[in-house]
């Protein structure tokens, strides 16, 4: 891992809509328009007073929305931010088509169910729901797929050239949403969390719950990245350090947050 010149901040003055690949505008005009659901949706459970398991029926679908947002509008991001062209070539075409289709069939039919005041997840009262449930786990899978194939292109596209810890940040945030958020979605795919609304705003309870762990696996996409440019830049020499201090810590608090929900 090598560390790069603090003062080069990788391409943040030259980003703009009109260097965007049309994959990436399709991403961007996707997120925007699962955020205009998750408005529009926010509005409709002001008037529906329906709950599901002590939880209002449209938490789950808007919660779903938002994060489907912030991952695709992530992609973009991270992209640019490790200065790789690999954003005009068809592996990220793969990867952004792969992303929309898995986290839309997830969208589309959390916010089906919802409607009808039916679970998602965790509903095998029948054949089909059990089925449903079954390819909403692999299109979960699918879609943290596609930042692992991503931190794979941006590996590719650097070649030989040395990786600058902005770089090395993105491609270590990637992997880590992959393999953290894979491995705590099937645990609470076999673990339904308590019922009723736990912590404010999130929801999550300190107890039999893997949400916790699975947010720290999901957006690993963001933080990682962040905490790869931030020590890029203010750091210098002790760069490479502090974002292998700092993935470890966080690798190591994903692990405790997962130990301690399933040993209770």
Not at 137 to 163: C, D, E, F, M, R
Not at 253 to 259: A, D, G, H, K, V
């Amino acid at each position: 891992m090598q560390t790069s010149n603090a003062a080069a901040w990788p391409g943040w003055p030259e980003w703009g809509w009109t260097t965007l690949s049309w994959a990436s505008k399709c991403l961007i005009a996707y997120g925007a328009l699962m955020w205009l659901a998750c408005g529009l949706t926010y509005l409709l459970s002001l008037s529906d007073a329906r709950t599901l398991r002590e939880v209002g029926i449209w938490i789950k679908p808007m919660k779903f929305m938002a994060a489907s947002a912030l991952m695709a509008w992530t992609t973009v991001w991270v992209t640019q931010l490790a200065h790789a062209p690999v954003s005009d070539g068809q592996a990220f075409k793969g990867i952004c088509l792969l992303l929309v289709v898995t986290s839309l069939f997830e969208v589309v039919y959390i916010t089906y169910q919802a409607s009808q005041g039916a679970a998602s997840h965790y509903n095998t009262s029948d054949r089909l729901h059990t089925i449903l449930f079954a390819v909403m786990a692999i299109a979960a899978v699918g879609l943290t797929a596609s930042q692992a194939w991503l931190a794979w292109a941006i590996w590719k596209a650097h070649g030989a050239s040395p990786l600058s810890v902005t770089a090395w940040g993105v491609i270590t945030g990637l992997t880590l949403t992959f393999v953290l958020s894979t491995v705590s979605g099937f645990l609470l795919g076999g673990n339904q969390p308590p019922a009723g609304q736990g912590l404010p705003f999130v929801g999550w309870h300190l107890y039999k719950d893997i949400r916790p762990s699975h947010f720290l696996g999901v957006h690993a996409q963001q933080l990682i990245p962040l905490l790869g440019l931030v020590a890029d830049r203010f750091l210098g020499n002790h760069a490479t350090t502090a974002l292998a201090v700092g993935s470890s810590a966080y690798l190591m608090l994903w692990t405790l947050l997962t130990w301690a929900s399933l040993s209770r």
